[in-house]
T-cell receptor
């Protein structure tokens, strides 16, 4: 069975600081997909990124960047120059190429960005 | 508007009461899911469906039943609500996304139902 671990329960930073959210996953499958979602205080889930297991290129989107390393089974998320609007709970998730295709979520990291 | 609609958005139940949560999607997606979200535990899969007329158990199915009589609707039922079922419930549907890999799926989530059992 697959598992996603987000060891950081809560992180607090001051605006403009960089912050990295850690995600470690476990699966025996060779083909899988990794996701990050943002859940702002309003409660909805906002999709941020999806990566395939066979594409280890890092990705940058504005202030967001993702570092995918299969060797350490990690898919870390960095926010550069954090802003108050980044305050949210962030979830890392995994799904497989077969079967029910359901997402397996980590427990989430609550990020608080102080002004 | 296309998407996943959950009803109701809020509900308070007394222990032992029953209710049904409705999830409706108008995107013709085959796969649908029910998750519950509890503090510090992320989202956990309750039940899922890979197509009309089919349902299966997820990680935390006890106390819940589901039905998918029509492709667009996925119902979650609580026959006898318990305080342990106080949670936020999310429905989602999934679809194949363009790109490499046959399993490259995207997900559309509903806005959630906050259920309190007293």
């Amino acid at each position: 069975a697959q598992k996603v671990t987000q060891a950081q329960t809560e992180i607090s930073v001051v605006e403009k600081e960089d912050v990295t959210l850690d995600c470690v996953y476990e699966t025996r499958d060779t083909t899988y997909y990794l996701f990050w979602y943002k859940q702002p205080p309003s409660g909805e889930l906002v999709f941020l990124i999806r990566r395939n297991s066979f594409d280890e290129q890092n990705e940058i989107s504005g202030r967001y960047s993702w570092n995918f390393q299969k060797s350490t089974s990690s898919f870390n998320f960095t926010i550069t120059a954090s802003q108050v609007v980044d305050s949210a709970v962030y979830f890392c998730a995994l799904n497989l190429d077969t079967g029910r295709r359901a997402l397996t979520f980590g427990s989430g990291t609550r990020l608080q960005v102080q002004p | 508007n296309a998407g996943v609609t959950q009803t109701p958005k809020f509900r308070v139940l007394k222990t032992g009461q029953s209710m049904t949560l409705l999830c409706a999607q108008d995107m013709n997606h085959e796969y649908m899911y029910w998750y519950r979200q509890d503090p510090g535990m992320g989202l956990r899969l309750i039940h899922y469906s890979v197509g009309e007329g089919t349902t299966a158990k997820g990680e935390v199915p006890d106390g819940y039943n589901v039905s998918r009589l029509k492709k667009q609707n996925f119902l979650l039922g609580l026959e006898s609500a318990a305080p342990s079922q106080t949670s936020v419930y999310f429905c989602a549907s999934s679809y194949p996304s363009p790109g490499t890999g046959t399993g490259n799926y995207g997900y559309t989530f509903g806005s959630g139902t906050r259920l309190t059992v007293v």
